[in-house]
């Protein structure tokens, strides 16, 4: 099976811009996690997604949002770009059905805010 | 959310073991994780263990969890300098929210 894949890699934005983030997760999972990944802050959840519905939130701004499509892709969306947000942001798939959970991660995206 | 806290960085020489360590505040913790992240990669899986367990051993990996005092480890024996990279550790309650800790940059020298 491919494994998860994200789009872009790398992007550069400039405060105060927004940005759509994709990942494909692999075939057959249902559920979609994504992380913003920093220096020293280690990996913050920001959401799940399971057949279409955020299922769990983590603590960051209404700035970030996301969606999941019938396909189980799914997006995230930064709005109102600020410094602080570039970040690599990373999004895991997982077989819900699987016993220990485990997430299987895409490589990334990098994002720099100017 | 639940902390989960590790060492930032460790160095060690190549051909000794390595001990990461990792603490959470989690009770009710069903099982915990390790990842490996590699520059430019995502993180992979290495290992994982169940909280009812003490230790679990795969091959040059052992794991040992400390219930009572929400303390977590990780050796690595005979380490190479392939095992230079990020490592997490992780743990879930639920299975369906993960709680990460800040990462250990473990560097080998040869």
């Known amino acids: 099976k491919a494994g998860v894949t994200q789009t872009p890699r790398y992007l550069i934005k400039t405060r105060g811009q927004q940005v759509t983030l994709s990942c494909s997760p692999i075939?057959?999972?249902?559920?979609v996690s994504w992380y913003q990944q920093t220096p020293g802050q280690g990996l913050q959840f920001l959401f799940e997604y399971f057949s279409e519905t955020q299922r769990n939130k983590g603590n960051f701004p209404g700035r970030f949002s996301g969606r999941q499509f019938s396909n189980s892709r799914s997006e995230m969306n930064v709005s109102t770009l600020e410094l602080g947000d570039s970040a690599l942001y990373l999004c895991?798939?997982?077989?819900?059905?699987?016993?220990?959970?485990?997430?299987?991660f895409g490589p990334g995206t990098r994002l720099t805010v100017l | 959310g639940e902390d989960v806290e590790q060492s930032l960085f460790l160095s060690v020489r190549e051909g000794d073991s390595s001990v990461i360590n990792c603490t959470y505040t989690d009770s009710s913790s069903t099982y915990l994780y390790w990842y490996k992240q590699e520059p430019g990669a995502g993180l992979q899986l290495l290992t994982y263990?169940?909280?009812?367990?003490d230790m679990k051993q795969d091959q040059r990996l052992t794991v040992l969890l400390n219930k009572k005092d929400k303390h977590l480890s990780l050796r690595i024996a005979d380490t190479q300098t392939g095992d230079s990279a990020i490592y997490f550790c992780?743990?879930?309650?639920?299975?369906?929210?993960?709680?990460f800790g800040t990462g250990t940059s473990l560097t080998v020298i040869p």
């Open positions: 263990i169940f909280s009812n367990m």
């Open positions: 895991a798939s997982r077989d819900s059905t699987a016993t220990y959970n485990e997430q299987f």
């Open positions: 992780a743990e879930t309650n639920t299975g369906n929210q993960f709680y």
């Open positions: 075939s057959g999972h249902r559920s």
